[in-house]
């Protein structure tokens, strides 16, 4: 039996309180990840003084072995042996509980500027592309560094439904920066009249006739991509190997990315080009057939079970 401590980051409202209710992609890839005969902790930043954890041994009542998180400090209340510690975000709240488990197994998932561990060192190190695998061994000569892909979270799967879209987009944006990373402006300025484009989040910027926004929880995204026939990723560069293309591809949705897109184009299939271009290739990709070989690939080679497989073969080789 191993001990795991994954570490995911802010506590979301949308998290269910147990382990094996959450419909968060990470908190269903850690609790896979662990052996179902293993202790597996998931540990949140809670803004309240509270705690904010929880795992297979801590479904209803605090263990007596656990730890607890009282605003963002650790408080053992008895020493754990961690066999394996997975840090997904590479925030700096994260220093005090990894410092405090030197003989662990360590795996780093960052991203924009906390691509790369600044601290600690860290047995695996997992990137977007093939341009940070290649920085990243030569920076990091004792860790093993490899390409991941990010799957979808199991709920995201193609809902049977009217094609009521040609496009979707999504853009959650609630600031001015936000809504300059994922270009929201630009969409609306360069999209055709005659494509009708489901834009799922919410902006400040007023959009087009064509353009339809529509805000929904997350358990409800299935069911709006699947109303669109082509899905599009035109943001800028900031970020990398961003969810949403998973999550379409899962629902059935060919991916259009703007080149400007941070991915590992050796895994994803879809259309990936330039500006004077982009709109030119929705019309290519709004296929059934096409739609179809999405899901299949998608779930061959995207999935949580290969992510899974995949992982476990990096952490065992």
């Not at 360590?106 to 047995?123: C, E, L, M, Q, T």
């Not at 991916?255 to 895994?267: G, K, R």
Request: with cysteine; glycine share 4%; aromatic share 12%.
């Amino acid at each position: 039996m191993k001990t795991w401590l994954f570490l995911r980051g802010e506590y979301d409202k949308n998290n269910a309180e147990n382990l094996k209710n959450d419909t968060d992609m990470w908190c269903q890839l850690f609790d896979e990840l662990a052996d179902i005969k293993d202790k597996c902790f998931v540990w949140f930043k809670s803004k309240r003084s509270e705690i904010k954890w929880y795992g297979r041994i801590a479904e209803n009542e605090k263990p007596k072995d656990c730890i607890i998180i009282d605003d963002g400090k650790l408080i053992p209340t008895s020493r754990i042996e961690f066999d394996y510690i997975f840090a997904r975000g590479g925030f700096d709240y994260y220093d005090p509980i990894v410092k405090k488990c030197p003989n662990a197994y360590k795996i780093y998932y960052g991203a924009g500027s906390r691509v790369f561990p600044k601290k600690h060192h860290y047995d695996l190190i997992l990137v977007d592309t093939q341009e940070q695998k290649e920085k990243g061994e030569k920076k990091f000569l004792k860790s093993k560094v490899a390409l991941w892909i990010k799957p979808a979270a199991r709920h995201f799967k193609p809902v049977e439904c009217k094609k009521k879209y040609d496009v979707c987009f999504v853009a959650d944006c609630h600031s001015k920066y936000q809504e300059d990373f994922k270009r929201v402006k630009w969409v609306y300025d360069t999209v055709p009249k005659n494509l009708k484009v489901l834009h799922l989040g919410q902006s400040s910027i007023k959009p087009p006739k064509n353009v339809t926004v529509k805000k929904v929880p997350r358990l409800k995204m299935p069911e709006m991509i699947s109303q669109c026939n082509v899905g599009i990723v035109p943001y800028k560069s900031k970020d990398s190997a961003p969810r949403v293309i998973p999550e379409m591809m899962a629902c059935g949705l060919p991916v259009v990315c703007l080149d400007s897109v941070n991915i590992n184009i050796y895994c994803y299939r879809g259309f990936i080009t330039e500006k004077k271009h982009f709109w030119d290739c929705i019309e290519r990709t709004n296929d059934p057939l096409w739609q179809k070989l999405v899901v299949e690939y998608y779930n061959t080679n995207m999935s949580l079970i290969p992510a899974i497989k995949y992982l476990k073969g990096l952490i065992n080789d």
